[in-house]
């Protein structure tokens, strides 16, 4: 075969895979390009640079000062600004708080279904700075309805703004406007903004009760410069437990949406690295592609007429925006291009153009390849988490050397399927040897079919392949195999590298496995052209491989720009008197070592303390007990008719953050209320609280003027009442109690766990007699 082919083609594949992944975002143009009524991305950044400069979760000054900013900036654009103050609670996530919602609208000139904008401007606690999420979402719409309204457009539909507070709290924001809010029966769709990450393109979510397939045309016409997306992102969303504002929109007020969240270097997520300096600025230039197509079309549409009780399939194409098709195609295409196949397969062994003994190696050899894929994305990654331990300091499960280890997992995967597929005979049965993948690619197609629909669109893959294996198996003459090869490779490598590359991204390193696995099918699927390149490819896969892990190697210390996450917080245990100090790492290091010095412990943790992702405690130690006031608690019942009415008041006396309230014992409620706000902290009215392990009743956050909270709950039976109550506030490093040394400037506060806190705990219970 000409070598000067052989290489073309290469090239073109690996071009292929570089432009699938890089084209999914714009570049950003130059600010003095900009005109004033088209976004601008250094515009934007401005808002995020003066939104991002401290932590800003509700109770803090920073918050007040992010919120009055915003109403400031919509004011400057002739808006009247609202600020609805609100009590909320939000039974799913079991939060509460008085929320402070940013809202402003525009008139349309038609009746009809309003367009309603949204993201939330309240940062996670307590140490993110809160640039990607979510400065990010909001600067993005701040900067749209600027230029939308520097055009001197009227639209046709009313524009609602909505700058939710609390959703890092548990979407409370969201649950205040949906809840209590006038407008929420004007709204027709919703547009969010997110982030989990600090870079990425910014991925499509359609999120409805019914069918999506006129949301899907409708962001089809809209025609969005750069849409990444597809039905089957969705369909995994919905099995994750992660929510978002929209969730609200969806569940409480029936209210269609559009999700449009980036979510690349997890490990900036919630974390004191989730800066203004770290916010990845095309990505910032994506949002502001959608935003721009989504607005001018969705402000002149009957938003009425976007509903519809069918789903489409869809998936983005490079240069060709959004390609969709029903449903109803998935599982009639799946079964005819499975029946297609099996006698194209009868034609060619009885025509002995395939022989059963090379299929049956090629069998074998599929068999091997899966193995293979699946021991190097799992135990690859269990043997990598030994070789590197700081991997585990990172909670999110996505290292700061995610992106090499891609290329150490695939480039290494790479190199073993050359071997495994290596032909030590004079000629390859290519055809024979990728009967096998073509199957288990239809089987899959069939799954899909069945239980993910939204995945229909994986069938391009078999059916290019089945295209090739058939020029492959009944092609005497074949002219210019490699290019043919390479043309139909193309299309399946532009739509599906940028998926396969997602799950890792989305879902942490973990799932490395997943995109090992579609590799794997992707290569044997076309084995009849990988097989041309010779054994030099092999090896250069192994280099890359070998490069890659050089790199991670080089780059596994800690840095300011890639900081270690440390934790440790204060609790007393007000029942026993016992005080201790207590940390989630196993080894200490220059910042915990003050705290626990040599006298650390490692057993069970005789305090009970959860927190996200089940991290518990790992190391403590006793210390004294520091005088911090603690709250007021005060609790009675009331017995009418034999319903006993339970009553708990509490109450912070030293500007607390938080009430977290669990239980450990299988409550029936038959009606709870907080703050006389109605609250079912199970799934329906009366449900139990727990199945027999300490489980979380109510997170309340205290804020500037709500520091007590009173709960009511009436039961049928005499159960007898027990509460486990941690008082939080995060100020260990204030509390002149305590004598704290500050983090290097490699080190940051660990997040999604209860961090730099002082902690009280009590425990409440009451005999129902």
């Known amino acids: 075969m000409n070598r000067l082919a052989r290489l073309l083609s290469f ?21 003095e390009k900009v005109p004033a009524g088209r976004f601008s991305t250094m515009r934007a950044l401005v808002h995020v640079k003066e939104m991002s400069k401290a932590p800003h979760y509700c109770g803090t000054a920073a918050h007040t000062q992010v919120r009055d900013y915003i109403a400031g900036e919509l004011e400057k654009m002739g808006l009247d600004v609202q600020i609805q103050k609100q009590e909320a609670f939000w039974e799913k996530w079991k939060a509460g708080v008085t929320a402070q919602n940013v809202l402003a609208r525009i008139e349309g000139e038609k009746e009809g279904k309003a367009l309603l904008l949204l993201s939330h401007y309240d940062s996670s606690p307590a140490s993110s700075l809160g640039a990607s999420d979510d400065a990010s979402g909001v ?96 369909s995994i969303y919905k099995m994750l437990p992660n929510d978002t504002d929209l969730t609200v929109f969806r569940e409480d007020a029936d209210i269609d ?26 990505t910032l230039a994506h949002n502001g592609t959608y935003l721009t197509a989504l607005l001018d079309y969705f402000s002149r549409t009957p938003l009425e007429k976007i509903r519809s009780g069918e789903d489409n399939v869809f998936f983005n194409a490079p240069g060709f925006g959004l390609v969709y098709y ?19 397969l009868a034609v060619a062994i009885r025509q002995k153009r395939i022989r059963p003994k090379d299929t049956g190696t090629g069998a074998l050899r599929f068999f091997t390849a899966l193995v293979a894929s699946l021991v190097t994305g799992i135990g690859g990654w269990k043997l990598l988490q030994i070789i590197f331990p700081s991997f585990q300091d990172i909670l999110q499960g996505y290292p700061y050397q995610s992106h090499s280890l891609m290329f150490v997992f695939s480039g290494f995967l790479m190199w073993i399927l050359f071997r495994i597929y290596k032909n030590r005979g004079n000629e390859t049965p290519v055809a024979a040897w990728s009967v096998s993948p073509i199957f288990a690619w239809l ?89 041309r390149f010779g054994s030099s490819v092999r090896y250069m896969f192994l280099l890359i491989s070998v490069i890659a892990f050089v790199s991670v190697w080089q780059n596994n210390s800690y840095t300011p720009g890639r900081k270690k996450p440390t934790g440790v917080f204060y609790v007393h245990d007000l029942d026993t008197g016992k005080a ?40 403590y130690t006793e210390t004294e007990a520091r005088q911090l006031p603690p709250p007021e608690i005060s609790h009675r019942i009331d017995t009418v008719r034999n319903n006993p009415v339970y ?22 409620p038959v009606s709870v209320t907080c703050n006389g706000i109605p609250y079912h902290p199970g799934e329906k009215s009366k449900t139990s609280l727990t199945t027999g392990k300490v489980t979380n009743f109510l997170s309340y956050w205290l804020t500037p003027g709500s520091g007590s ?44 766990v209860i961090n730099d806190a002082t902690v009280l705990k009590k425990v409440i219970k009451e005999n129902i007699h």
């Open 11 to 31: 090239a073109a594949l690996a071009f292929a895979v570089y432009y699938s992944l890089d084209h999914q975002r714009p570049d950003i143009p130059g600010e």
């Open 139 to 234: 600067a993005t719409i701040l900067e749209g309805i600027r230029a939308f309204l520097a055009k001197g457009e009227k639209p046709e539909n009313d524009i609602i703004i909505l700058f939710s507070d609390a959703e890092e709290l548990g979407l409370v924001g969201a649950k205040a406007f949906t809840a209590f809010h006038p407008w929420v029966k004007d709204v027709g769709l919703v547009i969010n903004f997110e982030a989990r990450g600090s870079g990425g393109p910014s991925y499509l979510l359609l999120e409805t009760n019914r069918g999506n397939a006129g949301l899907v045309r409708a962001v089809a016409a809209a025609g969005p410069s750069y849409p990444v997306g597809n039905s089957l992102l969705y």
């Open 257 to 282: 949406g559009i999700n449009l969240a980036f979510i690349d270097d997890f490990f900036d997520y919630h974390s004191a690295q989730d800066s203004y300096e770290r916010l990845d600025r095309r």
């Open 326 to 344: 029903p449903f109803s195609a998935v599982l009639p295409s799946a079964v005819l291009l499975l029946v297609v196949f099996i006698i194209l």
């Open 443 to 531: 089987l899959l197609n069939l799954f899909f079919a069945v239980k993910l629909p939204g995945g229909g669109f994986f069938i391009m893959v078999p059916l290019a392949a089945i295209i090739l294996w058939v020029y492959e198996t009944f092609t005497d003459d074949k002219k210019y195999p490699v290019l043919f090869y390479t043309l139909l490779l193309i299309p399946v490598l532009l739509v599906f590298i940028p998926l396969i590359v997602m799950f890792p991204v989305g879902l942490g390193m973990k799932a490395i496995v997943v995109t090992l696995f579609f590799i794997m099918m992707i290569t044997t699927s076309f084995w009849g052209l990988f097989s």
């Open 580 to 619: 201790y100090f207590a940390g989630y790492s196993e080894k200490t290091d220059s910042y915990t070592r003050q705290f626990f010095g040599d006298e650390a412990r490692h057993d069970s943790f005789p305090v009970n303390f959860y927190n996200k992702f089940n991290n518990l405690v790992r190391t």
């Open 647 to 668: 009553h708990l008041t509490l109450h912070t006396r030293r500007n607390a953050n938080l009430f977290y309230l669990v239980t450990a014992y299988p409550v029936q």
């Open 709 to 752: 909270l009173h709960i009511e709950y009436r039961t049928e039976n005499n159960e007898p009442a027990y509460w486990e109550l941690y008082e939080i506030k995060f100020d260990l490093h204030d509390n002149p109690e305590f004598d704290i040394h500050p983090r290097n400037d490699k080190q940051m506060p660990m997040p999604f």
